[in-house]
Every structure is written in C-alpha cells, then in structure tokens.
C-alpha cells in the first residue's frame, strides 16, 4: 500500500495545476456567453444544416455554438483535449517514470508481486484522470451559477463529463499500455503523445469532411461528439469501443509488465 | 563545428517526419478540404449575412473575409499552428537537455568549449533545422496560394515567425525546469497548451488576452487584410524570444551543474 | 616545481548542504596526488569546482597558472576528466562516444583510442547504455585519455573495475605519469591511494585535515589492536595507544609505535583473542581530528 499512497502524494501537485487549468478554462470562458439573440434561434436550425467545414470553421460541428449547450459544448472540446493529456501524461508516468530514473530495480526487489506494483501505479492514475472530471464538472456548476445562467441541460452536462473523463482513460490506458510493451521508455513518451497528436488531426478530418465517418473510430476525441450529447445521449459503439480499449490495453500492460527485462 | 553535426544528425530524422506531416495537413486542408468548402459556400451566403456581426469574430473568422481562400488558410493556420508548435517545442526541449536527460553533463562541460560558445551552436541548430523545414513549408503554401492568386509569402512565413517564438519558450523551460523527463510530453504540453489559451482567446475576444495568444502573434488574417504583420503583436513577439533565449543563455552559462 | 593545481581558500557552498570550506592544495607538476576522504567530504564538490562544473562562492582556484573560471577553455584543451558516475549519451556505441569526444581536441586520437581499448579489453561496438558498470567506467577511462592531457582528474576511479582490471588500470596511469602528466586522484580507499600515489591531501566535511606524503603516512603507519581477555580488564594504557575503548574484558585502540613494546604488554595478559588490523580511514581521521 505504502506505494498507492507514495503515487497518491506524488501527483498532487501536478493535479492542482491541471485543476487551476480546467478553472480558468469553466470560468472564464462561460463568462462571455451572451445569450441567445432574438435572430439567434431561427440560425440555430440553419447552422446544423450547414455543411460541415463550415460548421466546423465556426467552432463546431453538429450543433448550434450560440445557444449554451453548444457553446458549452466547444468548451467541452478543449477541456477533453486537457483530459487527454493529462492521461497520457499520467498513464506513461505510472510506467515509465521508475524506468528512466532507475529505480525500478529498488521496487522490484522488494517482496511484491509485479501486478501489486503495477495495480498501486494504475489506480492512482486512474483516480485523478476521473477526479479532473469531477473537479471541471464542478467548476461548470460554479460558473453556471456565477453568472446567473438558466442550465436546462444538467444531463448533458453530466453525460459531458463523464465523457471527458472517458477519454481521459482511453488515453491513460493506452499510454501506459505503450510504456509497458516498449523496453525504451523515451520511445513509449513519444508514441503515447503522437498517438494524441494523431487523434487531434484525424478528428480535423472528421469534422471537415462530409463523408469522414469511418474516420471517427481512429479519434478517440470524437467518440463523444457535442451533437450526440446535446440530444441527450452517448454512442454505444463508441461507449462500447472506449471500454474495449481500456480493458484491453490494461490487460496487455499487465501481461507486458509481468513478463518485461527491466 | 563537430557539436553542430552531431546534434544536426540527432535531430534531422524527426525534424523531416513532422515537417512531412504538416505539409499533408496543410496540403489536405487548403487543396482537398478548400473546393469543397468552396463549392458549398455560395449556397448558404445569405443565411451567413444575417448572422450577428460578433459572433463569427469570436471563433477565430472575420466574416468578412470567410469566403476567400486567405480566410480559409487563416483558419487552417489555427491547426497547422500547433503542429508547428510542438515540432518547435520539441526540437527546443530536445537540443537543450540533452545531457540531462543521459545525465553526461560533465561530459560535454569539461570540453575545451565555452558554455556559451554550446549554447550558441545548439540554439543555431534548431533555427537551421526550423528554416529547412519552413522552405518547404513556404514553397507548399506559395504554389497552392498561387492557384488562388494570392501572394503567400508573408502569410507563409507566419509559421516560421510563430515557431521561432515558440522555440525560445521552450528552450527556457527545458533550461529552467528542474528535470525534463518526456521531451514529447513537455512539447504536447507546450503545443496544445499555446492552442487552448488561443482558443480561448478567441472565445473571450478581449484585448489582453492576444497578448498572451503565442499562436496568433503573427496571425496570417493581419498580412493579408494589411500587407503587414501587427505592429503590436511583432513587438511582443520580439520581446519573448529576446527575454526567453537571453535569460535561458545566463542560466546555461553561470548554473551549477548537478552531479548524478 | 610549478604547481599544476593551486587553491587558496577555496569554498563553495550549496545553500543548505555544506560545500567545501577554505581548501587549500597544491599538486605540483609530474606527481600523482590522492585525495582521500569518506563518502559526502567534499572531494567530488573540490574536483567540479576546479572544472568549472560548478563555480566557486570564494578563494582561488588555478590549474596550470590560469584561474580555473576565467581560462577554463584553454586548461580544459589539457585535461582528461573521469567523473565517478558515468553516463553518456543514449543509443550510442563507444566508438562514437569517443570519436566524438576526440573531435573537441582538434587532433587525431584513433590510435590511441584504439590502444586504449585494447589495454582494457573493451568492445567499441557496443552500445554504451547496454554495457555493464565496469565496462561504462572503461570507456569513460579512454575518454579521459585520449587526448593525452597534461592533468589527468580521476573521481573515484576504481569503483565497478575488477581488481585485474584495476592493476591494469593503475599500471596505465603511473604510465601517463612517467610520459609527464600530473595526476590528482580522489577515493574512498585507502590501500589504492597508498598504491600509487606521492602525496595525499585528506578531506573531512569539506575541509583539508592533512596534506602528507604518502611515505610519511606509511612511517606512521597506525594498527588498530582488539584483544578479549580471560579476566576483566579495570585500565589499559600503552605508550602510542589512542581511543583507548574498555569494555569489561575487552579491549580495543589505535596503536602507532613500537611493535616490539606492544607485544611486550600484551603478553602481560592472558589473551582470548587478539586481533591487529589496518585501522579504516574513519579510525585514522578520528586521530586527526584530536
């Protein structure tokens, strides 16, 4: 336990400076929402309507960025691109950080099984990638509140961020699945960052173009678009495709970390 | 000479991916996203006309100028910004804790060099390898511009401008940060994070926040409605790098260096 | 002689943790010098300090005349530096390591590098990171060699290398030696210090207790005496003992003198157990310190 609880510690600095992040993020962007104009409701209909580079060159596809559900929702966006980022740099640290700085050999010696060691790293991890979630959901009640805005929408605030913390463990997950499977923890950073950077611009993609569906399933920062969101649910085979890649890559990083020469 | 080549041959290999990256972004967004954008535009202009005049202003497009091809390269700028971004980061991040990272600091240090002398050559590197990279980068962006009779020289040179920026920052943070130990994370970081503060400048549409917006220093929209980069912003820019490189230059020279 | 190495009041100090305080040393030109101390003294903080690694809060510091700060590009062209710890640069073989090393020197070091490697049985073509730690210490060895310098710095050379190896190693440097280079040489043991090298300057929380030939410690040369006796022993004292401990029928102390005259006095008792061993280097500074 004693390691749990040294990972615990570890990584509270790191998470009130992401926690600071997602603050200024909920604060100050609700602070500008002007509301829904008059005219605003007759181009809501029209602005879905569109099509999609252009939806996407007014900041989002799917729904209509002028009514709060929708601006929340481009706010959303950037706060799932802070999650995965936070994952990935969580997930590769649980592996990899005892690894490059050598001490792994210390832990490894100690009369532990390599999966007491290992499950003491991932939960940590796995704790703060949902408890960033909770803290911007919270946030966003605050700012909601702050600024004397009418939420009928409290659901899809719920399902967004559970969204958010969703791709959080996708990435979390998958990134430490690479540090275990990858004897050069220097290349395991990498990959688990490109395969972000990756993601981001094959969601570009999907969101430019009109006949990008396919492309959906390589972006794990569009299993959870805005518009399925704002109609008040997730995608089940997104839903279900994010818990596949979670439970897999767990797995394998189990299965790699037992049988890795350290 | 020998410290040049070395960190040239470390560094080239990634360099030229992420360059060819970025051209294919840029490429797929203004010559395969663009005609379709375009063919669609005429359709749907008079729904844009009575929109509020604000509010496309506040994601990232002057109304004015969304129909043209300058405007869409503008918006395209936003994504190829980051990647810029990161590549400038990293390279930065990587030239400038290299020895930490290995832990052979004593190595290079007890060389017949001087500190600054290492400084100077490892900080040329990146601008070098930066500048290739931008050739490229430019020619790309001149041929496809030319096709829509725009000049996009100064609109091109947006990128190398903002990476320059971004270049010094990063070097400050690998210099000052106490221990460097994913160059790719610290770059992702420094990337997305220029990209989420230039979104949410856009959003806010307050004055003050450009000033922090690293991305939008040397917004392609300011060259191609002005002939000339924002004063303002090229000031500010200017004074990071300077204020960025020169306090990262002192730390390098004059620190203790750890012994492992 | 010149001195190759002058400090005069040399001090640096790290904040919190303790630095070095008002060293003073000279190694002068052609000998090998040892500087001993025990773990955390200051010797490696005295060794940065004289590379410029880390820079002095005060005092003098001078290497071939030149003030360690100041010139430190032209006395570093001369100097050949093994840090204790050794890590070089990832994913990269030796060869290249120290190909890349020798481009700083502006001359052709192939052979040497070569002869080097041979002396120490070491595989060039492997990659360093992939080397064991005796290994890593041999490649940084011929990184410090190869240019030939003129002072050759050595931070606990010997850790990691077997004791052939060693003998190898020690062989290689009273070599350098003899072709002219000074040696400034710090450890933790004793008995190799007093292998090879001419003087020794003895370091304790940062500060020089001693500078001495290494002949003159040897005609010092202190034992440290246990015995257990058959019955309890109420006083002990010997001309030439020192921390004299009692503890009932058990005895122990530091014993510098006559050999003949201890053995007389001990023969005085009827012995259980006798034990006469090398004092450790702690048992020795604890003389100094008196």
Redesign the interface.
């Known amino acids: 336990m004693s390691i749990f609880w040294r990972e615990l510690k570890i990584n509270v600095k790191p998470f009130v400076f992401w926690g600071l992040g997602i603050f200024v993020l909920m604060v100050a962007s609700m602070a500008k929402y002007q509301g829904l104009s008059a005219g605003g409701a007759a181009v809501s209909q029209m602005l879905t309507a569109f099509p999609k580079p252009i939806q996407a060159m007014f900041g989002m596809v799917g729904v209509n960025v002028m009514t709060l559900p929708g601006y929340y929702a481009v706010v959303m966006t950037y706060a799932y691109i802070c999650s995965a980022i936070y994952g990935i740099s969580l997930g590769s640290h649980a592996v990899g950080r005892e690894i490059a700085d050598h001490t792994n050999e210390f832990l490894l010696s100690k009369p532990i099984s390599r999966v007491h060691i290992l499950t003491c790293k991932l939960v940590p991890g796995a704790f703060y990638v949902c408890a960033l979630s909770v803290l911007s959901y919270l946030f966003s009640l605050l700012s909601f509140s702050l600024y004397h805005m009418k939420v009928d929408f409290s659901r899809e605030v719920l399902l967004f961020n559970i969204a958010m913390a969703v791709i959080g463990l996708v990435f979390y997950s998958l990134s430490a699945f690479l540090l275990s499977v990858l004897k050069n923890t220097e290349k395991g950073y990498l990959y688990s960052n490109l395969i972000f950077v990756w993601s981001f611009i094959v969601g570009i993609a999907y969101d430019m173009l009109e006949k990008g569906e396919f492309m959906r399933i390589f972006s794990p920062l569009r299993y959870f678009t805005a518009k399925e969101i704002v109609a008040g649910e997730f995608n089940g085979m997104y839903l279900a495709a994010s818990c596949v890649i979670i439970i897999a890559s767990t797995v394998c990083s189990y299965l790699f970390f037992n049988k890795r020469d350290m | 000479m020998n410290i040049f080549i070395f960190e040239t041959k470390k560094q080239i290999l990634g360099v030229a991916l992420w360059t060819v990256a970025l051209l294919l972004v840029v490429w797929g967004l203004t010559v395969g996203v663009y005609p379709s954008f375009q063919s669609s535009i005429s359709s749907i202009k008079h729904m844009i006309e009575s929109f509020p005049a604000g509010f496309a202003a506040a994601f990232g497009v002057e109304m004015s100028n969304l129909f043209n091809f300058g405007g869409f390269y503008n918006f395209s700028f936003g994504y190829v910004s980051v990647m810029g971004a990161i590549m400038a980061a990293f390279l930065g991040i990587s030239l400038f804790s290299r020895e930490a990272r290995s832990k052979c600091e004593d190595f290079l240090l007890t060389k017949p060099i001087s500190r600054g002398t290492l400084f100077l050559i490892k900080f040329v590197v990146g601008i070098v390898l930066l500048c290739c990279a931008n050739i490229f980068y430019l020619i790309v962006v001149i041929v496809v511009g030319s096709a829509h009779n725009l000049s996009m020289f100064l609109p091109g040179l947006s990128l190398l401008l903002t990476q320059l920026v971004v270049y010094a920052v990063s070097i400050f943070c690998a210099i000052f940060a106490r221990k460097v130990r994913s160059v790719s994370g610290m770059a992702t970081v420094i990337g997305f994070g220029a990209f989420i503060i230039s979104a949410l400048s856009n959003m806010l549409n307050e004055p003050f926040m450009r000033y922090l917006d690293v991305l939008k220093y040397f917004e392609p929209a300011d060259v191609i409605a002005q002939g000339h980069y924002d004063f303002r912003f090229t000031f500010v820019a200017l004074c990071v790098f300077f204020a960025m490189t020169a306090s990262a230059y002192i730390r390098y020279t004059t620190r203790d260096t750890r012994s492992v | 002689m010149n001195p190759v190495i002058e400090t005069h009041k040399l001090t640096k100090n790290y904040g919190k943790s303790r630095g070095i305080v008002d060293v003073d040393i000279i190694v002068d030109e052609g000998e090998i010098f040892g500087f001993i101390g025990p773990n955390g003294a200051g010797k490696?903080t005295t060794i940065?300090t004289l590379?410029?690694?880390?820079?002095k809060t005060s005092g003098e510091a001078k290497i071939f005349g030149l003030d360690c700060h100041k010139n430190?590009?032209?006395?570093?062209?001369n100097?050949g530096?093994l840090?204790s710890?050794i890590?070089?640069?990832?994913n990269m073989r030796a060869l290249d390591l120290l190909n890349?090393?020798a481009?700083?020197?502006h001359k052709d070091c192939s052979a040497r590098i070569t002869e080097l490697a041979d002396l120490l049985e070491l595989d060039l073509s492997k990659k360093i990171e992939d080397m064991s730690l005796g290994n890593r210490k041999k490649v940084g060895i011929v990184?410090g060699l190869l240019h030939s310098p003129k002072l050759i710095i050595l931070d606990e050379p010997t850790n990691g290398l077997d004791p052939l190896m060693q003998k190898t190693f020690f062989d290689l440097i009273q070599e350098e030696n003899k072709k002219g280079a000074t040696v400034l040489f710090s450890s933790h043991i004793l008995d190799e210090v007093q292998r090879i090298c001419d003087r020794v300057a003895i370091i304790k929380e940062g500060r020089i207790i001693n500078t001495q030939k290494i002949t003159e410690l040897r005609e010092q040369s202190y034992k440290k005496v246990a015995f257990h006796a058959a019955q309890p022993i109420p006083q002990f004292e010997i001309e030439g003992g020192a921390n004299v401990a009692i503890n009932h029928d058990r005895v122990s102390f530091v014993f510098k003198g006559d050999v003949n005259a201890l053995l007389h006095k001990l023969s005085q008792y009827r012995l259980i157990n006798l034990d006469i061993s090398e004092p450790s280097l702690e048992e020795i500074f604890m003389h100094y310190y008196r």
């Open positions: 490696s940065r590379l410029s690694l880390v820079y430190r590009e032209e006395i570093l062209r100097v530096y840090p710890e890590f070089y640069y990832d890349y090393s481009s700083f020197y990184q």
